[in-house]
T-cell receptor, first 121, second 110 residues
């Protein structure tokens, strides 16, 4: 079974509109972390947002928010007021098997297949 | 500035050759990862290491090897046994609430 599932290969949104990118995950761990990354055509991985499994509030970072529904194992990314520069591939990721030793975080890091977002004027 | 550095950015390999991709970090993180990305695809885990002198295979380890002699360094060797090595390779290290990535190495077999 896939650890991270992103069911939308491609999404289109008009500039200034909001868009939701879906992500579901599979884990039996109680402690895990969820991440979203943006990858433009240059290939660099840009960190957007993080949600810990024990965080009760949904994470927000500027125009990005993470809709965390723990019981449904869902961690959707919401981008508000889309901009042309948001066009990129977006990846959902999960850190599982988390362990902290000497203040250092360990664990295996899984990625989904990604969603290609296109913002049109 | 703290960060993670991959080199080279572009690498060309002749068939039958081994090549080594460098990954260095000065963020003092223990966990490091190597991923392979094919065009239009997600990231597939090759190897990861959670402590010096220890590493584990990921989902596609065949044809690759790694070492972790120092906390800061996690080089990946693409061996001649890897039949289709042309891809984009990303190295990462894991912090408490963010995974930090290098800029990637594009490997092409010529």
């Amino acid at each position: 079974a896939q650890k991270i599932t992103q069911t939308q290969p491609g999404m289109f949104v008009q500039e200034k509109e909001a868009v939701t990118l879906d992500c579901t995950y599979d884990t039996s761990d109680q402690s895990y972390g969820l991440f979203w990354y943006k990858q433009p055509s240059s290939g660099e991985m840009i960190f957007l947002i993080y949600q810990g499994s024990y965080d009760e509030q949904n994470a927000t970072e500027g125009r990005y928010s993470l809709n965390f529904q723990k019981a449904r194992k869902s961690a959707n990314l919401v981008i508000s007021a889309s901009q042309l520069g948001d066009s990129a591939m977006y990846f959902c990721a999960m850190r599982e098997g988390a362990l902290t030793i000497r203040g250092s975080t360990l664990g295996r890091l899984y990625f989904g297949r990604g969603t290609q977002l296109t913002v049109w004027p | 500035d703290g960060g993670i550095t991959q080199s080279p950015k572009y690498l060309f390999r002749k068939e039958g050759q081994n090549v080594t991709l460098s990954c260095e970090q000065n963020l003092n993180h223990d966990a490091m990862y190597w991923y392979r990305q094919d065009p239009g695809q997600g990231l597939r885990l090759i190897y990861y290491s959670q402590i010096v002198n220890d590493f584990q295979k990921g989902d596609i380890a065949e044809g690759y090897s790694v070492s972790r002699e120092k906390k800061e360094s996690f080089p990946l060797t693409v061996t001649s046994a890897q039949k289709n090595p042309t891809a984009f390779y990303l190295c990462a290290c894991l912090g408490s609430s963010e995974a930090f990535f290098g800029q990637g190495t594009r490997l092409t077999v010529v």
